[in-house]
Antibody
Framework: QVQLQESGPGLVKPSQTLSLTCTVS??????????WSWVRQPAGKGLEWIGR???????NYNPSLESRVTISVDTSKNQFSLKLSSVTAADTAVYYC??????????????WGQGTLVTVSS | DIQMTQSPSSLSASVGDRVTITCRAS??????LNWYQQKPGKAPKLLIY???SLQSGVPSGFSGSGSGTDFTLTISSLQPEDFATYYC?????????FGQGTKLEI
């Protein structure tokens, strides 16, 4: 059973770059036709999709964050990563990684990592 | 972006009640609609995908319906463990977008 685990600093200073890694276990990140996504959730608020990467390295980003986001994949390490530059307090959130699965009739996020809280503060 | 609007935003109910949550998309998304359950401090959990397909391991008391712009999630008989926040999400196009959530409370 595939499991995802986020890792990275829990505290980032304003104007710096937030960097997180998602490690995939229980299966190869390269197997199947999956997209690998990042989703975030500020405390007490809803879910926001940040973007996704395919194992080929192709990406799609949320236009609201596109100028600051880079998502990449390292198939040799079975990981994918998120970089968000020029962070402000508004980027404080729990960050989740998730696999986007699909079939002929749909696409959905499953499984999800447990989430990691990133606080932007000096 | 496709806007997803859930109603109600919060709902008080009792164990054994039948509950329906609705989700409306700002444009047609065919059946590319998913439902998630989230409990405090936990990641979202997939319940329903493609509008009406029950995810493996999810109790049969959960069901989904709809297509186009209007969708519903129904819980046939509330169990204590069902009190949580529920989100709809469209996967018709990017950016993927979620509803604002429906908090189901006792």
């Amino acid at each position: 059973q595939v499991q995802l685990q986020e890792s990275g600093p829990g505290l980032v200073k304003p104007s710096q770059t937030l960097s997180l890694t998602c490690t995939v276990s229980g299966g190869s990140i390269s197997s199947g036709s999956y997209y690998w996504s990042w989703v975030r959730q500020p405390a007490g608020k809803g879910l926001e999709w940040i973007g996704r990467v395919y194992t080929s390295g192709s990406t799609n980003y949320n236009p609201s964050l596109e100028s600051r986001v880079t998502i990449s994949v390292d198939t040799s390490k079975n990981q994918f990563s998120l970089k968000l530059s020029s962070v402000t307090a508004a980027d404080t959130a729990v960050y989740y990684c998730a696999r986007e699965d699909r079939n002929d009739v749909g696409r959905w996020f499953d499984p999800w990592g447990q989430g990691t809280l990133v606080t932007v503060s000096s | 972006d496709i806007q997803m609007t859930q109603s109600p935003s919060s709902l008080s109910a009792s164990v054994g009640d039948r509950v329906t949550i609705t989700c409306r998309a700002s444009q047609s998304i065919s059946s590319y609609l998913n439902w998630y359950q989230q409990k405090p401090g936990k990641a979202p959990k997939l319940l329903i995908y493609a509008a009406s397909s029950l995810q493996s391991g999810v109790p049969s008391g959960f069901s989904g319906s709809g297509s186009g712009t209007d969708f519903t999630l129904t819980i046939s008989s509330l169990q204590p463990e069902d009190f949580a926040t529920y989100y709809c999400q469209q996967s018709y196009t990017t950016p993927r977008t979620f509803g604002q959530g429906t908090k189901l409370e006792i």
